[in-house]
């Protein structure tokens, strides 16, 4: 298996205030990598390192190394090039106030593709594979401030892929769906994961068991266990993951 | 006994909040009262476009064109000059500039509109208008212009304040949508955050245009007051404000004159009325949506 992303003795603060304690660990290519764990127990600042979108949260400040295909990307990453190859979906849906195409064609517009055509191309497949051309191909010039909660979701699925990253970050991405609209999703993540290294993080232990290979379970700021997704549900080395997925408390 | 009071209390609000209405009609009406009179035996035509104001002159000349254009000039050139600075300090204060140095700028525009105008208009005088005159090679540095810049001053907090507003209103998911997709800052301010606060600025600029068009002391001090048609932005004006206010003290109350400048008032009211009426417009067409 390929490493992709590197996680090295990652402590990370806001205004000096502990969020994640000497994580390490690895992420390989094309798995699907959950991550759970109770409120406030680091899983978003996490997820929102491996792409710098911590960037923008007042007082964040970071130790040790994340590294995405052996370059760091604190250090030999330009950002932009970074948050097209390592794509997020948030928990709620951010469309962009602008059409259903031009939302689809952002990413690639600013990355340098000007081809009416080729944006066409783009916007077609990356709809498809996010399961949600049938729903929208007539309403690709309507806001996309009009669509349904999971439409937008998919819809920021689908502008994700547009910009033709390598790993896709999911930040709690089903919180605010109903099941129909989850279950379209997590199947969407399956498919994606032919192509993609993706990164769930979630409140929901089912959809973790569902979706991913492997599990890492985090507990105020610390990685506690990560393995596959089987194990960590069924013989968990930890007695606080065996806690935590059997219900008892988080 | 409750009942009662409940009653008294949405009664003295109800009151309240009409009471600023009625005073706007009421001043309306006696503008109107006043203005009109002058209607009587001199043209609406001949006051709008007549190109000379000779107030004293017999028979006396109430053409405003020359105050039109004067406050036009002045207006016009500080809006030119406040609104892509007040825009760019938006920008600067909202979307870039954090922590002190965010606070000490915003604290640093709301000084700037607590100055009185008196005040700046005077330091115009000393400062500006020598500088303008030596920069320029003019025979007087009371020349629109100077007022323009001065204005610029005046206006800015307004632009600002009311421009930053808007781009605090614009959803936080906006720009991580658009970071996210590896758009940088600028890209995000200039293809989402700006196209969204739109209205929001445009009703900054047109509230900004108003401030501008109904200040009198500080024009007054350094523009010139020549009440001609200005052929360009580097002669002296004489605005519809400072007409107004320069002039009212001679008038024998009654006298033609007197209507005049009343008449002057009327323009000038619904001229910042009609701005004020589009910023409104511009700023709910917004939340309409």
């Known amino acids: 298996m390929v490493e992709k992303i590197q996680v090295q003795d990652l402590s990370a603060y806001y205004d000096g205030a502990l969020a994640l304690k000497k994580v390490n660990l690895t992420i390989y290519d094309h798995e699907i990598l959950g991550i759970i764990g109770p409120a406030n127990s680091g899983k978003t600042t996490f997820l929102r390192t491996l792409n710098r979108m911590n960037d923008f949260s007042p007082g964040f400040s970071y130790e040790g190394s994340v590294r995405i295909d052996g370059k760091d990307v604190y250090r030999d990453w330009e950002v932009p090039q970074l948050r097209k190859s390592v794509g997020m979906v948030f928990a709620i849906p951010t469309p962009l106030p602008i059409t259903v195409f031009e939302n689809l064609a952002y990413g690639p517009r600013r990355h340098g593709i000007r081809s009416r055509k080729r944006l066409s191309e783009i916007v077609e497949r990356s709809l498809k594979a996010a399961f949600l051309w049938d729903e929208v191909k007539d309403r690709l010039h309507e806001s996309a ?48 994961n032919k192509q993609y290294t ?53 | 006994m409750r009942r009662y009071y409940e009653r008294v209390v949405e009664g003295l609000v109800f009151a309240s909040g009409m009471a600023s209405i009625i005073f706007v009609i009421l001043i309306f009406v006696f503008l109107l009262k ?41 207006t016009l050139g500080a809006t030119a000059i406040s609104v892509p600075l007040g825009i760019a300090c938006a920008i600067f204060i909202g979307e870039i500039a954090s922590g002190w140095l965010r606070e000490v700028l915003k604290a640093g525009v709301e ?39 001065m204005l ?10 009311i421009m930053e507003d808007a781009l605090n209103l614009v959803p936080k998911t906006y720009r991580e949508g658009s970071i996210a997709m590896g758009a940088t800052k600028w890209q995000t301010i200039r293809r989402i955050i700006l196209p969204s606060a739109a209205s929001g600025i445009i009703a900054a600029v047109m509230l900004g245009f108003g401030r501008v068009i109904g200040e009198t002391m500080a024009v007054m001090m350094i523009t010139g007051n020549a009440a001609v048609i200005p052929k360009s932005i580097f002669q002296p004006v004489r605005t519809m404000t400072a007409t ?10 009654g006298s033609d004159h007197y209507f005049a400048l009343f008449a002057v008032a009327i323009l000038l009211f619904v001229i910042t009325f009609a701005v004020n009426f589009l910023a409104d417009w511009f700023l709910h067409r917004k939340k309409a949506r």
């Open chain 1, 145 to 192: 401030m009009k669509l349904s909660g999971g439409q937008q979701q998919r819809l920021c699925i689908a502008r994700t892929l547009a910009a033709e990253p390598e790993v896709i970050l999911f930040d709690e991405p089903c919180s605010g769906l109903d099941p129909i609209s989850t279950a379209k999703i997590e199947e969407a993540m399956r498919e994606l």
């Open chain 2, 244 to 253: 107004i206010a320069a002039e009212m003290g001679e008038t024998v109350q």
């Open chain 1, 198 to 250: 993706l990164v769930l993080v979630t409140n929901n232990t089912k959809q973790a068991a569902r979706v991913s290979d492997r599990v890492a379970f985090f507990l105020m700021g610390e990685l506690v266990e990560i393995d596959e997704t089987e194990k960590v549900f069924t013989i968990p080395k930890d007695e606080r993951t065996e806690g935590y997925v059997s219900g008892r408390y988080g």
């Open chain 2, 34 to 74: 006043e203005g009109l009179m002058l209607f009587r035996e001199f043209s609406v035509i001949k006051f709008l476009l007549g190109k000379h104001w000779y107030p004293i002159s017999e028979p006396p000349q109430f053409g405003t064109l020359p105050l039109i254009l004067g406050s036009l000039w002045v």
């Open chain 2, 152 to 161: 610029a001053f005046m206006a800015m907090p307004t632009i600002v304040s």
């Open chain 2, 111 to 149: 000084l700037l509109a607590a100055i009185p105008s008196i005040v700046l208009g005077f330091i115009g005088l000393v400062t500006l208008v020598p500088l303008v005159k030596n920069m320029f090679g003019l025979s007087t540095g009371l020349t629109a212009f100077s007022g323009s810049v």
